[in-house]
């Protein structure tokens, strides 16, 4: 008996198999294998694609980043050569009020000892003349000769 159920699954395999065979599954199963090889191919190579940009992406970068740096120094270095020249500019100004202003106080100091100096010369002119006015009224009697003295000797000092 067992003999006759061998037979049988041996011909329900191979009817199974001719029927597998006559709706073509196998190459259905290949075909699905094949495009499913295909998908992945093309997945892959687009990744390697994107791998590939995201490479050329970074070398980009960093050599912007390169640039950026050397021209971040440039521009520190031109600051610090702008500042050094406004340093001296301001120096040379600085230097040139300071003298402007010393020549002032010297001239006004000047002026101040000439009016001191004018000043000091009427208080003695008026000194004088007092004095004079003084000795005059002592020595001479009469007025009007001492008018006359007294107005020749300050059109004379002034």
Same mark, same amino acid.
């Given at each position: ?5 061998? /037979?049988?699954?041996?011909?329900? /395999? /191979?009817? /199974? ?142």
């Amino acid at each position: 008996m067992t003999t006759m159920a061998e /037979f049988w699954v041996a011909v329900s /395999f /191979f009817v /199974f198999l001719g029927i597998l065979l006559y709706y073509r599954v196998p190459k259905l199963i290949a075909k699905a294998l094949d495009d499913r090889a295909e998908a992945i191919r093309k997945e892959l190579d687009d990744a390697r694609r994107l791998r590939q940009e995201a490479q050329d992406l970074l070398a980009e970068y960093q050599s912007k980043h390169r640039n950026v740096a050397g021209e971040a120094e440039a521009i520190v270095a031109q600051a610090r050569r702008d500042a050094e020249v406004y340093a001296e500019e301001t120096r040379a100004a600085l230097k040139t009020l300071l003298e402007r202003r010393s020549k002032a106080a010297q001239e006004k100091i000047a002026r101040a000892e000439a009016q001191a100096l004018e000043e000091v010369r009427a208080k003695a002119v008026d000194v004088a003349v007092a004095a004079a006015e003084r000795i005059l009224r002592e020595k001479v009697d009469g007025k009007a000769l001492l008018d006359q003295s007294i107005r020749e000797l300050k059109t004379r000092l002034n």
